[in-house]
């Protein structure tokens, strides 16, 4: 099961509303909708810190977005050498927070 699905999926057990945007422009019509409620979370599909054309389709969301806050998602099960690569490029996005997750697999 894609991650689209997942996520639906856990948005109906919960009695949340999704959306999918493909688009900056579907993402900034989105958080418009959904501006009355308390929290708004925006997922993005994991990408390479080495693809740059990427990292820009994933700068012009936030634009669009305009968050309050930016994570960045991280494996700890990554390599020490490519988790300090993915935080020096991705911190050109402004981000506040850092998650480890796969705390269970790292060595």
Known sequence: ???????????????????????????????QELASRDLILLDTAGYSQKDMMKLNEVRAFLAAARPDETHLVVSCSAHPRVIRQ??????????DRILLTKLDEAV
């Open 86 to 95: 993915a935080i020096e490029v991705y911190k050109t996005l402004q981000v």
């Open 1 to 31: 099961m894609g991650a689209k699905e997942q996520l639906q999926q856990y948005a109906e057990l919960l009695g949340i509303p999704i959306r999918v945007a493909l688009t900056p422009g579907e993402l900034r019509r989105a958080v």
